[in-house]
């Protein structure tokens, strides 16, 4: 045998590649037009780069250029191939999207309609030394989805275009916080091989422990060209190395790896990330190599006296999870990198969070991805590419979603973050309760898959990761799906219809979505929308608000909480402060209900364009109001004072290995100036390692002379605070001129130094609207007088002083 070559066909490796529509609702001049094209790349950034469409994130451009998803176009590179001595070659793309129709030197190679997983073909016969063309036709997906419709009928979906009709990305098509941007394009690498003999297929490495020993049991897969002699195969893993003959044509293999003294995988709050190299060679081939790391993983959904828990454990240690929905970071998906997902992930693990959900309406996301959740002990709730919709469980489909989720668990199952796979999101709730069984007149659409295909995949290719029917989900066909007292939970009558206070109302074992809307920041917001005067209901605005209703909603989500806007400032602030208040009110909630509760997974950590949205980081990387809200509710060590009954209680929850204890100090103050001090009581906080205390307060502190006049402050001796109000801040007085600012020039920035006369709340400094690229480190500060808070801001020059817009408390609002 020979040593297998690859040929890129990348942009990056050399190939040149134009792109050209080729039918559709074009604009004139556009059709049979040659346009430079990148590979991996899609049609939307090709159009951009070559100058022949605006930004499609700016305005009302993304309507303007809908007809894109409308037109079929055409990818050509010519390529020069020289035999290599090898007696096969294949043609290899990792990823295309979506509906695609493959030509090699004027011969159809094949015709593809899923852009969830790879392909490869034999081009052997078709390939020749010298020039070869490749052509790449893909149909317009908005019109195909529409074509497979008309064909073989209407499964019920949400938002507008019929997406689950295709295998593509859901949220291409639009969804209520994504731009309608439906795209075509050979995403991933694609390449030619030559090879001879026999290859490595794919590898499957699962890693366990016994003992305090680690496992690994690597599969491996083979493919033959030439059945005519054995093969040898070798892992090494932990200075170990284990080494098979494996008879000619034999096409898998299984070996086992043991480690000693081997040290755990944790989740980040709980322990190390180590990871230890794994390599598979065959023969005297370059083969395979990745990283593992050696952990177990379990769910716990048993019943108990409560209802159905949901309970993850790694190593058998029970997880609290502080969580977020992940979405694809941007539209155009193609344009991510190592670097953009370190950023975004290392958002969430700033944040306190130790678990991302991969939502069912994104993809399978890129092996960096994964890695970096690995390095940084960020457990990963994979979702499988389901989401509100039902879907056929007819050919062509069917077959489509077995090889996508073959492949998905086969590449993703060796990471060590893997926590959860989950069958969709929200389809089997939608069937209970969205109006689909009529329309579907008793049609399949999709229980197969998740309570019969996907967990059959799984337990074959993952045996070691827990499989999850879908979110939410009760465990028991005879409960509803979304049973606050079942399994997983996702809240969103609040947000739709009811006032966030409404959060108290549940008693959920555990929260996968939730969340409540909020502007970008105001330098990401004014980049695209260009309405004079800027208004929440402009036109502009309300492209990039893509929730029904959605700034009403923000809108009427102020209730009793916060006074309507007086100008477009106020309203930027006062809809920001609110949705960071909202997902507090929630968790600091669900957090005081544990051990009932064993996590929440908030709606959501990211946005893939500049919009109005329940992301914590917006568009452009800003971290809103709300993540630093979620950096203070996600602490390992969270303080906060609850409702129970006929008094109020200081909730403390320790998410740590270590007991809390020290003097915590309750003091009962006025709002005005001076802020005196009218109760104090203190009392000795006791808490175990992963426990929560709840701690009654006396009357003294617990009931207001004058609620509008009044707050409690709460002090543990580690520094911990939390607040409480007996008023809304439309009924509080809060001193117009509680707080003073003075700016120091920094050798990165500046500070902004904060101190209050009266009680001064929930101080926000928003740099960016000086500077764009302006970070800001820190967020919805309270101060009682006499205290002080400096803000560091870095990436711009320090202006002479700040005040509104710039620096803004809720104070404002109210006077």
Avoid at 657 to 665: K, R, Y
Wanted: hydrophobic content about 40%; overall charge negative.
């Amino acid at each position: 045998m020979t040593t297998p070559n690859l040929v890129p066909l990348t942009t990056d490796g050399g190939s040149a590649w134009t792109v050209t529509a080729v039918q559709g609702p074009t604009p004139d001049g556009v059709i049979g037009k040659s346009i430079a094209a990148t590979v991996p790349g899609e049609v939307h950034t090709d159009l951009l780069a070559a100058g022949e469409i605006p930004d499609p994130f700016d305005g009302d451009n993304e309507s303007a250029l809908a007809w894109i998803g409308r037109t079929s176009w055409r990818y050509r590179t010519e390529f020069s191939w020289a035999p290599d001595g090898n007696t096969r070659q294949e043609l290899v793309a990792e990823g295309l999207d979506t509906v695609a129709t493959v030509t090699l030197n004027g011969r159809e190679i094949a015709r593809t309609a899923n852009q969830h997983r790879s392909y490869r073909f034999d081009v052997t016969d078709v390939l020749v030394a010298g020039d070869n063309e490749l052509v790449i036709e893909f149909a317009g997906p908005v019109t195909e989805a529409e074509a497979i419709r008309a064909k073989v009928g209407d499964w019920p979906h949400t938002n507008l275009h019929p997406y689950n009709e295709l295998r593509k990305m859901a949220s291409n098509f639009g969804w209520d916080w994504g731009p309608d941007v439906a795209t075509v394009g050979i995403w991933r690498p694609i390449r030619i091989e030559s090879w001879s003999g026999v290859r490595i297929d794919t590898v499957r490495p699962l890693a366990g422990v016994d003992g305090d020993q680690g496992v690994l049991t690597t599969h491996v897969t083979l493919a033959w060209a030439d059945a005519s002699a054995d093969a040898t195969v070798t892992v090494e893993v932990g200075g170990t190395q284990q080494t098979a003959t494996v008879a000619a044509g034999t096409e898998s293999v299984e070996l086992v790896s043991t480690v000693d003294a081997v040290n755990l995988w944790w989740p980040r709050g709980h322990g190390e990330q180590p990871l230890y190299d794994v390599v598979v060679t065959l023969i005297d081939q370059d083969g395979w190599s990745g990283r593992v790391g050696f952990r177990t993983i379990s769910m716990n959904v048993a019943p108990d006296n409560d209802g159905t828990p949901f309970v993850l454990s790694v190593n058998d240690k029970p997880i609290y999870v502080r969580g977020a929905n992940w979405i694809p970071d941007d539209a155009f998906v193609t344009r991510l990198s190592p670097d953009t997902y370190r950023t975004s992930i290392q958002d969430a693990v700033d944040a306190g969070m130790n678990l991302l959900r991969v939502w069912g309406g994104g993809i399978y996301e890129s092996e960096a991805f994964y890695d970096i959740c690995d390095e940084l002990g960020i457990l990963v709730w994979q979702d499988f590419l389901f989401a509100c919709a039902a879907y056929s469980e007819d050919e062509p489909l069917r077959s489509e979603v077995e090889a996508e989720a073959r492949e998905a668990v086969t590449r993703l199952s060796k990471h060590a973050s893997l926590a959860v796979w989950n069958g969709n999101n929200e389809n089997i709730w939608g069937y209970v309760e969205w109006s689909w069984r009529v329309p579907l007149a008793g049609r399949a659409w999709g229980e197969g898959y998740y309570f019969d295909l996907l967990p059959r995949v799984v337990a074959e290719l993952d045996p070691r990761t827990p499989y999850s029917p879908g979110s939410p989900y009760s465990y028991d066909h005879f409960i509803h799906p979304n049973d606050e007292r079942h399994g997983t939970m996702h809240i969103w009558d609040v947000w739709n219809q009811v006032d966030y206070t409404t959060y108290r109302k549940y008693k959920p074992r555990f929260v996968s979505e939730f969340g409540f809307q909020g502007p970008p920041a105001w330098s990401t917001l004014v980049s695209v929308v260009h309405d004079s005067p800027l208004d929440p209901y402009g036109e502009q605005m309300l492209v990039h608000q893509k929730a029904f209703e959605g700034n009403l909603k923000l809108e009427r989500g102020l209730g009793d909480h916060l006074p309507r806007w007086k100008d477009i400032d106020d309203w930027h602030w006062t809809t920001q402060l609110n949705q960071a208040r909202a997902i507090i009110y929630g968790i600091e909630h669900f957090r005081s209900l544990f051990p009932l509760n064993t996590g929440a997974v908030v709606w959501q950590l990211n946005d893939n364009w500049p919009v109005v949205s329940w992301a914590a980081v917006d568009g452009h990387g800003i971290r809103k109001p709300l993540w630093f809200a979620l950096k203070r509710v996600y602490a390992d060590r969270l303080l906060t004072v609850q409702p129970r009954e006929n008094e109020l209680v200081v909730a403390a929850h320790n998410d740590t290995d270590s007991a809390w204890t020290g003097e915590v100090t309750v003091t009962r103050r006025s709002t005005g100036h001076g802020g005196e001090a009218l109760a104090r009581e203190t009392f000795v906080l006791e808490v175990a390692p992963r426990s929560a205390v709840l701690s009654s307060l006396p009357e003294s502190v617990a009931k207001a002379g004058d609620p509008a006049r009044e707050y409690l402050e709460v002090r543990g001796a580690d520094g911990s605070t939390a607040y409480w109000y007996f008023a809304e801040d439309t009924a509080l007085r809060l001193a117009g001129d509680a707080y003073t600012a003075a700016v120091t020039p920094t050798e990165d920035g500046y500070d902004v130094a904060v101190t209050a006369t009266a009680l001064a709340k929930d101080l926000a400094l928003f740099p960016d609207r000086l500077d764009p690229a302006a970070r800001v480190d820190s967020c919805l500060v309270t101060l009682s007088a006499g205290e002080s808070h400096t803000f560091r801001v870095t990436g711009a020059a320090a202006p002479e002083q700040v005040g509104v817009p710039v620096l803004r408390s809720a104070n404002e609002l109210v006077n």
